[in-house]
């Protein structure tokens, strides 16, 4: 399995930014893709997640109603959709992968985003 994530930069706060995360390497319709982020000086943390087959999305409280998660299957690409960022938004955002009932062991790169207040 093979993730690659881009997409990140600079925005405003307020603005809009979508990430995005190429999969590859294998069938994922039994996976479920998810965002975590870092920012500096704490520890990586959930964002969202979507279950591949059935589009089922989950939300950190923190994002809610702010980030929307997607997928498009035929380019096998999950996408994160960042509405309204705040600065405290600001991290190193990573997407992984994991089967229906395991852990995210599947991790791509990060991409850097900065939110400016």
């Known amino acids: 399995v093979q993730l690659q994530a881009s997409g990140g930069g600079l925005v405003q706060a307020g603005g809009s930014l979508r990430l995005s995360c190429a999969a590859s390497?294998?069938?994922?319709?039994?996976?479920?893709m998810g965002w975590f982020r870092q920012a500096p000086g704490k520890d990586r943390e959930f964002v969202a997640s979507?279950?591949?087959?059935?589009?089922?999305?989950s939300y950190a409280d923190s994002v809610k109603g702010r980030f929307t998660a997607s997928i498009d299957k035929a380019k096998k690409t999950v996408y994160l959709e960042m509405y309204t960022p705040k600065a405290e938004d600001t991290a190193v955002y990573y997407c992984?992968?994991?089967?229906?009932?395991?852990?995210?062991?599947?991790w791509g790169q990060g991409t850097l985003v900065t939110v400016s207040s």
């Open positions: 390497g294998r069938t994922f319709s039994s996976y479920v």
């Open positions: 979507i279950a591949w087959s059935s589009g089922s999305t």
């Open positions: 992984a992968a994991r089967t229906t009932y395991g852990i995210f062991v599947y």
